[in-house]
């Protein structure tokens, strides 16, 4: 599946490398940054996602392609607008497209950098928004209908792009709010919205192209849109937990970082709910610490464990992945199939 | 003319309250701010010179209402992000988005409130580019060819979008440069994009849907977008005239602030271009100030009338206002055409 994952990536860089779109923009480090992101590489997992449901009801693959260099040149820019509100330096190894700009203008103007590179990076994150429309447009040219490509551009804009900007705004409310107002509920809520969503539409929109539903009825095209949610939900729930149960030599120094964020993580939010007042008070206030060493993780991995919150998580993930996996185990038997199934399990299996 | 143009606002308006797109984003303040300015008023030039210009073509106006209502939302976002950009606080009488979002985070969270209304405004930005794609796709609703429909989204995105977003970002460098450096061409360039691009785009999008004319390629399409382009080059140059020239009583406080802020107009470039250099100097060293007396204006007037400069602005302004006007002139002559003129005399004569 690596192997088949890597080759499709390289075709769907490819796709959007030569895409002529960004030409265009002017000047030209605001050109070079709206190419970044989305030509830094990264799994394409979004890509893959659309292009294998599309295979696994027969649809011709090639079909599903602008529509999956789309889902990632969307999912991209979400990322430069985040990582300006996140204030984060850094992405897949180089500095973020803020900075990046930032670093431009230290060199190039007298003027206010930082501001700058976000001014920018604004301004890159918003043709790239631009740019996903255009793509996901031109799947009329890979003999999508009209019609269904129409469906296709509306659903994207309609559903997934106010579910994901919801997520988002949520996410960042729920960082700045007192995490003893927040419930469980919430975060999944905001999970949902921001991950599942965009997964979600990859999923269908593979699907649909195959089945040409522009009206997006069809059960397999629901059903696929719900493995692929199911996937991201069990993701993510992974990620909290690798967060603090992962192993210090293979997840590296993040273990402990959503403790010193204090971040409203489903695992911690359950472990708060489920623990007597005492405990919970204890754990309360021991958030937001620069460092943990091991004995203090140990102390918060004991709260988590004890109070049953651990488990909850560990069996809600694998709540998901099951459905997940039988919603796969109803649709057709070919390779595509295989391939959704390897994936899902790489996603809620990974360590790090 | 105004008592239509207020009639069709109005029309424009109600068509935009009444989408129920806002309705289903989270956080409530966030839905808020999405339909703030979409909803503040305003002239609705654009959606008056899409409707017009299908009128003009004899196409059935309500047809253009989605596309009118998108180029509108479509513009609004890019006032939330420029208002970021340029730190504005005030917008229409009222407060920019994210100041509104700033002051609402005050109130309610215990945060940097500035940077969360940034943070904010971004997303309230983005949605509504999402919310004009997906306005603009319902053009299928009011009988408008899917064909036609795809065609007109994909040209907001692949041309609109990718110039006014350019234009907004050489207008942000140009800001930050030396204005010894920057020439009246460049300015002129950033000016065609910024503004001009949505206005033609406008203009195309109502005839080509009383045309049915995908390929944007009838003479009559292409003839009205530069009508349109032209009218707004026209009015760029009047504002930066009248940012000097204007009268104290009726534009308000407003004149001379382009010195203040050292802004790249055409008209303050001409002027150092023309002048002989001991007086180009000195001109220079007058930008910048916090304030201007009259008498300082009346020197800089002077130079700009001695130059040449002023002359030729307006000489500019007039061609390309004669240029427009040769254009209608050649059009089906009937009452949309008398709006459309009278629009133009109304955007190039105004004195505030």
């Given at each position: ?54 295979g696994l009801f027969g649809g011709d693959v090639r079909r599903a392609y602008p529509a999956a ?202 472990t708060l709910e489920l623990l007597p007042d005492a405990q919970a008070a204890e754990l309360y ?68």
């Amino acid at each position: 599946m690596k192997e088949i994952l890597k080759q499709l990536a390289a075709e769907i860089d490819s796709y959007i490398a030569s895409d002529p779109y960004p030409e265009q923009i002017a000047p030209p480090y605001l050109r070079d940054a709206v190419r970044d992101y989305p030509m830094r590489g990264g799994k394409r997992l979004r890509p893959a996602i659309a292009v294998w449901s599309c295979g696994l009801f027969g649809g011709d693959v090639r079909r599903a392609y602008p529509a999956a260099a789309a889902i990632e040149i969307f999912h991209n820019w979400t990322l430069v607008h985040d990582d300006i509100i996140d204030d984060d330096a850094v992405r897949r190894g180089c500095p973020t497209t803020h900075c990046a700009l930032a670093a431009h203008a230290k060199a190039d103007f007298n003027c206010d950098s930082g501001k700058f590179g976000r001014d920018f990076a604004i301004l890159a994150g918003d043709l790239q928004q631009a740019w996903a429309a255009n793509t996901l447009l031109k799947s009329v040219e890979t003999g999508v209908s009209p019609a269904l490509t129409l469906a296709l551009t509306r659903k994207l804009y309609e559903q997934a792009a106010r579910e994901v900007l919801s997520g988002e705004a949520l996410d960042v409310e729920q960082s700045v709010r007192d995490l003893k107002g927040i419930s469980a509920a919430e975060v999944e809520h905001m999970l949902f919205l921001k991950t599942s969503s965009l997964l979600n539409f990859a999923a269908q929109a593979g699907a649909a192209i195959a089945l040409n539903d522009p009206e997006f009825v069809r059960p397999e095209v629901k059903a696929i849109g719900e493995f692929a949610a199911n996937a991201g939900i069990a993701f993510q729930l992974r990620d909290d937990w690798l967060g603090i149960f992962g192993d210090f030599e293979t997840f590296g120094k993040g273990i402990g970082s959503d403790l010193s964020a204090r971040k409203a993580t489903v695992l911690l939010l359950k472990t708060l709910e489920l623990l007597p007042d005492a405990q919970a008070a204890e754990l309360y206030n021991m958030l937001g610490r620069e460092n943990y060493t091991a004995k203090d993780l140990e102390t918060v991995r004991g709260f988590m464990r004890d109070s049953g919150a651990e488990c909850r998580i560990i069996d809600q993930a694998a709540a998901l992945t099951a459905n997940a996996r039988e919603i796969l185990a109803g649709c057709p038997d070919n390779p595509y199939r295989n391939l959704l199934d390897q994936l899902l399990t790489f996603l809620v299996e990974r360590d790090r």
